[in-house]
């Protein structure tokens, strides 16, 4: 006897709906660094990054946050730096590392 299973149906209320059309779709995503524009877009004046123990304490916004990788991985290639080229990061653990690591892989490093 051979019986097959089918998956139990999924119900949503009107706010899970409503949730799920506002998600965002990242399936054209191609690596990480794809993600910064499509935040941008969606999230613009959310904070982003918070580092309340700098001095002065350092807030970033998504459209920040995009501008500033793009900016590092501009200069990046003004240096000379060429997709598969490998770069090494030192840095504390701040929104500086975190927009450098990214601005490394948007130039390809």
Not at 15 to 32: G, H, T
Not at 65 to 76: E, K, Y
Request: glycine content about 6%.
């Amino acid at each position: 006897m051979n019986a097959t299973v089918s998956p139990p149906s999924v119900q949503f209320t009107a706010a899970e709906r409503k949730r799920l059309q506002k998600l965002v779709d990242y399936n054209q995503i191609q690596s990480i660094p794809d993600i910064w524009a499509i935040a941008a877009q969606q999230f613009a004046d959310l904070t982003a990054l918070h580092d309340p123990h700098a001095k002065p304490a350092v807030q970033i916004s998504y459209t920040q946050l995009h501008q500033q990788i793009q900016q590092f991985a501009g200069g990046l290639q003004q240096l000379g730096i060429q997709v598969g080229d490998r770069v090494c990061l030192f840095a504390d653990n701040s929104p500086r590392w975190f927009i450098a690591d990214q601005g490394i892989m948007t130039a390809g490093g």
